[in-house]
């Protein structure tokens, strides 16, 4: 299987080097900059374990380069999905499997749901570029649980966490998802074939759509945020907007805040990627965290006072700082 990774940050970088060590596919990857000039003297690099696993890695700057693959897989970050999507097309073809590994609501989400109607969301792909450029029967919805940070350019450190949930769209299964589910398997990810993958992305955004944005803002790590009776009950009562969204849409969530405040409890506390991207002076993934939520809540005629004030916050926070477009 040739297989294409776009993207060789924290995520795409840590997929690449456990799918390179594997050695059970043709593996290249696209990146630019500082990332691809280190990719291209060290290889892969991810720091597990205590230990540095190093492997060889093909990488290019532009898709001609590399020709039409089986599998690709786009790992960037929302903001950056444009430009991913504008060079995508030699990397296409008839039968490739596009995988979107990326935070959030993805581009396709909305497809097939009749309560969202036809046109792409806004929030997410404005134009519709990407619904334009990659066809939904190539899609293959995926969510990813694990938690990893570039320490330098072409350097995954990989901190807890290896799941992947990978699913059609349309629901069910399929023997192509089964395929790219043993690819991943084979790799050493616990990964798990969703015969409702669009519920999956909609719990994991039910979970961080709130924790990420504040956290940003405030500096805080997840305890602190929770320690926080105030700022724990303004979360909780933006969930509780979400779930309401999340039933109009299919994707009911049964756990109550507070259930779900417990898990991440458990989880111990750490900086979110928001945080994270903040501090090292990256673009924020607000449009597909929160900006999307409220985007489909208006599409379905939910009220979300709370997920728009967090929204026009951290928009304006970010905003003072150059990581999201000004209006």
């Not at 280190?38 to 492997?55: F, I, T, Y």
């Not at 097939?112 to 450029?133: Q, T």
């Not at 699913?167 to 089964?178: F, L, T, V």
């Not at 991943?184 to 944005?213: C, E, Q």
């Amino acid at each position: 299987m040739k297989v294409c990774i776009i993207g060789a940050g924290a995520i795409g970088g840590f997929l690449g080097a456990r799918l390179a060590a594997a050695g059970a596919c043709e593996l290249s990857t696209l990146a630019r900059g500082a990332t691809l000039a280190a990719l291209r003297e060290h290889g892969w690099r991810l720091q597990q374990n205590g230990a540095l696993l190093q492997v060889p890695a093909r990488a290019a700057e532009r898709a001609a380069e590399l020709g039409p693959q089986d599998l690709v897989v786009i790992a960037v970050k929302g903001p950056a999905l444009a430009s991913v999507v504008a060079d995508i097309a030699p990397l296409l073809g008839p039968q490739t499997i596009v995988l979107p590994a990326m935070n959030g609501v993805p581009w396709w989400f909305g497809s097939g749901v009749a309560a969202l109607g036809d046109a792409p969301l806004d929030s997410v792909d404005p134009g519709g570029r990407a619904a334009a450029a990659i066809p939904l029967a190539a899609v293959l919805g995926c969510v990813v649980h694990a938690s990893t940070a570039t320490t330098e350019p072409g350097v995954v450190a990989h901190k807890m966490g290896q799941g992947l949930i990978i699913g059609e769209p349309a629901g069910g299964e399929s023997a192509r998802a089964q395929a790219v589910c043993e690819l991943f398997r084979h790799a050493g990810f616990d990964v798990t074939l969703s015969p409702r993958v669009r519920y999956d992305i909609w719990y994991k955004l039910w979970g961080n759509m709130t924790i990420n944005p504040v956290s940003a803002m405030t500096g805080a790590t997840t305890d602190r945020l929770q320690d926080d009776e105030l700022v724990r009950n303004f979360c909780s009562a933006a969930m509780r907007e979400a779930a309401v969204v999340g039933e109009r849409i299919g994707c009911a969530v049964l756990q109550t805040p507070e259930e779900r405040h417990l898990v991440t409890r458990k989880l111990g506390g750490f900086k979110t990627s928001m945080l994270q991207d903040v501090e090292a002076g990256r673009a924020i993934e607000l449009d597909s965290i929160v900006g999307a939520v409220r985007e489909i809540g208006q599409r379905v005629g939910v009220a979300t006072p709370n997920i728009d004030a967090l929204f026009g916050l951290a928009r304006l926070f970010a905003r003072g700082r150059g990581l999201y477009p000004a209006a």
